[in-house]
């Protein structure tokens, strides 16, 4: 044997296991220099730009869509809370203001039908005298109200609250006479508007007295009066027919907004 050899064997097995650590540590240290990179990938300058381009879109979105439920963009969706858009695709505050303008030298009598005007935001309250359970009678005395504006025109829609087929249609006209003479005495320049009572939905209604041919039988009554007092009659009720019933509370006896945005559209084209 050659002892020569065997004097080297140390000095290669020492060679290889140098070799083999080297190796290794090359291997740990390239693998941690990838990992390092791959996590600096998600916070690159990239990947904010796409986070900012999504922000921008999201605001995009709520301008064009009116709002998304959860944007964060407060402006947007207020805007959209204050300005609902119609069935006619209109803004709905646009609309308020037009009618505001158009009817801004005008008065509206009434009860609680009446009143919805200002309560949906349509009129200024200041041309709008209306309450909850308003007669005919005490009309007559809010009529105060209405002389002291001098409006232009005034709309008179009031009774539904005596119209009880209990009581002739008769009792209710004469009232009403009463109402449309003080009107004319006080206001020589205004136009008087009496506007016929709107029929219910007799399904829903809880009074069995308050039924829509007994309410025809009172419109007849007015029609007659206004003719004799020489002031003008508005059927309001022909802009409500089977196909919209929808526009009616579930006490078949108020409405809901749109009926209000379609009465006054009805006036102006009268009007105009």
Known sequence: MDISKLKRWPILLGVII??????????????????????????????????????????????????????????????????????????????????????????????????????YDYLDDSRVIAEMGLSITKGIDEADKIIALKPKRVFILIGLNEADDRTSSKVLVDDYTKLVEKLKANLPNSQIYVTSMLPVLENVVKNPHLNNAHIKECNNGLIAMTNKENVNYVNLGSILNDSNKNLYEDDGIHFKSDFYRMWLTYLENLLK
């Open 18 to 119: 140098f070799v083999a650590v080297v190796t290794g540590v090359s291997i740990f240290v390239f693998a941690g220099s990838n990992k390092a990179q791959a996590s600096g990938s998600l916070q690159s300058p990239a990947t904010g730009n796409n986070t900012i381009s999504d922000s921008s879109n999201i605001e995009s979105t709520a301008s064009a869509n009116t709002a998304q439920k959860d944007s964060p963009n407060t402006a947007d969706a207020q805007e959209t809370k204050s300005q609902p858009v119609t069935s006619a695709n209109e803004p709905a505050t646009q609309q308020a203001s037009d009618f505001k303008e158009f009817f801004k030298d005008d008065a509206f009598l009434g009860d609680s039908i009446t009143e919805g005007l200002s309560f």
